[in-house]
C-alpha cells in the first residue's frame, strides 16, 4: 500500500468455524484523516452478482422457476434481441453465466446516475446493448446487464424489490447488519471515500442504474460471514441460507463449448475459479468507483478470504491477493496436477493464429481483431500462447485437446473443433490465459496488421504535411479557405456535420445545394474509413 501509494484496505480472513482475523489498514478518508476500522463500509462492485445468484438459486429451491426457464417466459416486457431465438433461447442460466452474447453495458448506461431508478426503467434506458452476437450458451462473455435482468425477474416472481429480497433473504440471516444497495445516511457516515490510482484524487459516488451488478456496500466482517457460508455449503450459525446442492452448482460453469466438453474452471453462477499457487479458489472479484474487492475460497480445504481496497490501483490489489492465498495455503498440500503425454503431431495440429471472438463491447472489436491475435506454438510435450501485447503462457496437455497452466491444478483450457469454418475454437479459463478464439489464416494476420501500420503511417503523414502548410499559411504563402479539409485527416471522423470554415455567405438554395453535396462527400469518406477500419 505505501509503495503504491494506496490510501486504505479492509481485509478478512475465515475458515469454516470462525472469522480468523478482520483488520482494517490506512486512511478512509484523505481530507479528514479518518483510519480505517473494522467497521468500515467499502463498495464490493461485481461481488454483488453473487448475490443475484443466490436468490435465484433460492427461488429454484422453493419451485417458484427454474434456471431453464427462458427469459421471454419469465420479464417478456424486457427488450433483447437474439437472432437464435427459435433454436436457441435466452435462457435464465445464460444470464446469470454470462453467456447470452449480449455486450456489455454501454458507455452512456455507466454514465446515467440515478439514485433510486427502478430495474426495469434502468433496463430499459438502453435495450440496444441486449443483443446476443452469437447462440446463447456458446461463449461466456461478461456482461453487467445479464444479472440485473435475472434480479428483475426475482421481483416479478415475489413481487416485492430485489433490494427488499436480498435484505430479507440473505443480509439478515448472514448477520450483515450493515451491508445497502443505496446511498443512506447510515452508509454515508461509514462509507471510505474512493480515490484514483495516484491514491489522492477523490472519486465521487456513482449511484448506477445496474444496481443489481454493482452497487452494495459492506464491511469485511459483513463479508467474513458470507464467505463463511460458502465455506459450509449454504449454512451460516446453524441457518440453511441455501442447499449444498445450489452452492455446487454456482461453482460449476455449465453453459459454455468448454463446459459442454467437461471443462470445470470459468464462470460459473456469480461466482468463478482463480487457479493459483497449484489451487483453485473459487470467489467473485469487484469494481466500482474505485474501489477494488475480492473473495475468494477454498471448499475443499474450508479457509476463505475477502479484501478490498479504496483506490483504482491493480498492482496494489494484485499483490495483496497473492500474499492472502499464499499464506492462506502455506501448510496445505496441493492436488496432484493432471498431465499427459500428446504426439507432437497432435500439438502441431492446434498450432497457429487465433483472433478474439468476444469482445465486451462491439466497439472495440476492430482494435481486438488486430492487438488482441495470439500465436500457439507447439513445443516438445507443451504449447505456448504469445499474445501480441503480454507475457508468453505455458499450456500443459491433461487429455486429447484438453491443456492447463503450469500452476493450474485442472483442466482449464480446451480446442474445440470449429464446424463452420474449419480450424479450432480456443476457450481458455486458465490462471494465466483466458479468453475465447478462433483460428485464422497467417495471410489474415499479416493482412490485418499491414493495413493498420499503412493506416497509422498515413495519418502521420498528415503531420508532417502540416509543418509544411501551416508555415507557409502563417507566412501568407499559401491561401487557406477551407481549413477542415487539411484539418480532417488529423482527427476521428465522429461529428454528423463537417464545418468548412471562412464559406462566403450564399442563398438559401445555394446553401442547400451545399448540404446535399456535403453530406456526400461525408458519407463516402466515412464508408471508405470504416473499410480501412475494419
Not at 36 to 61: C, H, M, N, P, Y
Not at 179 to 187: C, E, G, M, N, R
Not at 259 to 282: C, D, K, S, V
Request: glycine share 8%; with cysteine.
Amino acid at each position: 500500500m505505501a509503495k503504491n501509494n494506496t490510501p486504505g484496505a479492509g481485509i478478512a480472513l475465515v475458515s469454516r468455524d470462525e472469522i480468523l482475523w478482520v483488520a482494517g489498514f490506512g486512511t478512509a478518508d484523505i481530507a479528514t484523516g479518518k483510519a480505517v476500522d473494522t467497521d468500515t463500509l467499502f463498495r464490493i462492485g461485481s461481488i454483488s452478482k453473487s448475490f443475484v445468484s443466490l436468490a435465484v438459486l433460492q427461488l429454484q429451491e422453493q419451485g417458484e422457476l427454474s434456471l431453464d426457464d427462458t427469459l421471454k417466459e419469465l420479464a417478456p416486457e424486457i427488450a433483447f434481441t437474439n437472432p437464435w431465438e427459435d433454436s436457441d433461447p435466452v435462457r435464465l442460466v445464460h444470464l446469470l453465466e454470462h453467456t447470452t452474447g449480449f455486450e456489455d453495458i454501454h458507455f452512456r448506461e455507466f454514465a446515467y446516475n440515478h439514485p433510486t431508478l427502478s430495474l426495469q426503467d434502468g433496463l430499459a434506458y438502453n435495450p440496444a446493448s441486449r443483443t446476443s452476437r452469437w447462440p446463447p450458451g456458446t461463449h461466456m462473455s461478461y456482461s453487467n446487464s445479464g444479472p440485473v435482468v435475472a434480479a428483475y425477474v426475482v421481483e416479478n416472481i415475489t413481487g416485492q424489490p430485489f433490494e427488499e429480497f436480498i435484505q430479507q433473504n440473505l443480509f439478515e440471516p448472514l448477520a450483515m447488519e450493515t451491508a445497502d444497495f443505496f446511498l443512506t445516511t447510515a452508509v454515508e457516515a461509514r462509507l471510505a471515500k474512493s480515490y484514483k490510482a495516484d491514491g489522492v484524487s477523490e472519486i465521487p459516488y456513482s449511484h448506477i442504474i445496474m444496481r443489481p451488478s454493482g452497487a452494495i456496500s459492506a464491511t469485511p466482517k459483513d463479508m467474513a460471514q458470507f464467505v463463511q457460508m460458502f465455506l459450509n455449503s449454504g449454512s451460516y450459525n446453524e441457518t440453511v441460507i441455501i442447499q449444498p446442492k445450489s452452492i455446487a452448482r454456482m461453482e460449476i460453469p455449465t453453459t459454455t463449448l468448454a463446459a459442454h466438453q467437461g471443462i470445470q474452471a470459468g464462470y460459473g453462477l456469480g461466482n468463478y475459479t482463480t487457479p493459483e499457487n497449484n489451487f483453485l479458489f473459487r470467489g467473485h472479484d469487484g469494481e466500482i468507483d474505485g474501489f477494488l474487492a475480492s473473495f475468494g475460497y477454498l471448499p475443499e480445504h474450508g479457509v476463505g478470504y475477502m479484501y478490498v481496497i479504496n483506490a483504482s490501483n491493480g498492482e496494489t490489489f494484485e499483490k495483496i491477493g497473492c500474499l492472502i492465498r499464499a499464506y492462506l495455503v502455506r501448510d496445505l498440500v496441493p492436488p496432484e496436477a493432471p498431465i499427459t503425454t500428446i504426439p507432437p503431431e497432435q500439438l502441431q495440429e492446434l498450432a497457429g493464429y487465433y483472433e478474439p471472438v468476444t469482445p465486451r463491447l462491439e466497439l472495440g472489436r476492430f482494435i481486438k481483431r488486430i492487438l488482441g491475435i495470439i500465436h500457439v506454438k507447439s513445443q516438445p510435450g507443451q504449447l505456448v500462447v504469445t499474445p501480441f501485447l503480454g507475457k508468453p503462457a505455458m499450456l500443459l496437455p491433461v487429455a486429447e485437446r484438453q491443456f492447463r497452466g503450469p500452476d493450474d491444478p485442472i483442466a482449464t483450457t480446451i480446442f474445440i473443433k470449429d464446424e463452420e469454418a474449419g480450424g479450432w475454437i480456443l476457450q481458455a479459463a486458465g490462471g494465466q490465459f483466458r479468453g475465447n478464439f478462433r483460428m485464422i489464416p497467417t495471410w489474415q494476420v499479416w493482412l490485418r496488421w499491414g493495413t493498420a501500420i499503412s493506416s497509422l503511417l498515413l495519418m502521420l503523414s498528415s503531420l508532417l504535411f502540416a509543418l509544411v502548410w501551416i508555415p507557409r499559411s502563417l507566412l501568407r504563402k499559401i491561401k487557406v479557405q477551407h481549413l477542415s479539409i487539411r484539418v480532417l485527416p488529423i482527427l476521428p471522423i465522429r461529428n454528423r456535420s463537417l464545418p468548412l470554415l471562412e464559406m462566403p455567405k450564399k442563398s438559401k438554395k445555394a446553401r442547400t445545394e451545399r448540404t446535399k453535396k456535403r453530406a456526400k462527400i461525408q458519407y463516402k469518406i466515412k464508408q471508405k474509413s470504416l473499410i480501412l477500419l475494419s
